[in-house]
């Protein structure tokens, strides 16, 4: 047993050792990401870096970092192996169904076989548990009956309170139409529904349809690093979990740097 110690302690210290070591942590264990986009303010902002839990949904296919090549380039699978699931509210990595190679990070807000749709902005949501459920799990919580069932009114901006919306954008027909209505529509089963916690200035499954579970990568760990447009460190945010960010003392100071910076943008990122 020893003698196997000191091989693998030799091996780790080779550069082919090294190289291995740190390839099975990005594709199995952690992988490092940048938020490059303003669709998960206040939740995550541009220019914090990441670690993404790869093993939280099972084990995806891996892939080499930046050039996104497959290591089996003959098979077109992105899962190697099912694990956990989504649940509702979660943070979660993915790769985009209209381009494998692009990551997004988004929130799931609806599972196979939960209906949903769209009103003025408002999320409304029939869990597939059912009627009786819903009474059940959300007491003081808007309710809507629609088509003969009951709809919870934006169910998840009580827990996640970086979920906002932009009361610049109106609906004055020079918006996309799927930021105000979405048809009602059932999520497939095997599918996610995601949603941008900056709901107005989101590209998600509203414009492009629910996400397949092996597009799922994983879920984002802690920040390790976080920088401004200002290229000023923001040394508050490094180390924090996204459950950390959605205190107070990080959420008001993420939506102070919002207001600054979302001032004249008005595009869907």
């Not at 988004?106 to 076989?113: G, M």
Request: glycine share 6%; aromatic share 16%.
């Amino acid at each position: 047993m020893k003698e196997l110690f000191k091989k693998a302690y030799k091996f780790s210290n080779s550069w082919t050792g090294t190289i291995v070591i740190v390839l099975f942590v990005i594709f199995f264990i952690a992988q490092a990401f940048r938020i490059p986009s303003g669709s998960m303010k206040d939740s995550l902002l541009i220019g914090d870096h990441l670690f993404a839990k790869k093993f939280a949904y099972g084990v995806s296919m891996p892939h080499i970092p930046f050039l996104e090549l497959s290591i089996m380039p003959w098979s077109d699978e992105l899962r190697l192996l099912d694990g956990d699931t989504p649940e509702r509210g979660n943070i979660v990595i993915f790769r985009y169904p209209g381009n494998i190679k692009q990551h997004f990070v988004k929130r799931c807000v609806a599972l196979p076989d939960d209906e949903l749709f769209v009103a003025e902005k408002s999320l409304f949501i029939h869990f597939r548990e059912g009627d009786e459920w819903i009474k059940e799990h959300y007491q003081g919580f808007d309710i809507a009956v629609f088509q003969g069932k009951l709809w919870v009114k934006n169910p998840y901006m009580q827990e996640h309170p970086g979920i906002h919306h932009d009361e610049k954008i109106i609906n004055n027909g020079q918006y996309p139409m799927p930021l105000f209505f979405v048809n009602p529509l059932k999520v497939e089963k095997g599918h996610y529904f995601m949603m941008g916690d900056n709901r107005d200035h989101s590209n998600d499954s509203r414009f492009w349809g629910s996400v397949p579970y092996d597009n799922i990568e994983g879920t984002p760990w802690f920040i390790y690093f976080s920088i401004d447009d200002n290229w000023e460190i923001r040394w508050d945010r490094v180390g924090k979990t996204p459950a950390d960010l959605e205190e107070s003392p990080y959420l008001d100071k993420a939506r102070e740097e919002r207001i600054r910076t979302d001032k004249d943008f008005h595009g869907i990122t």
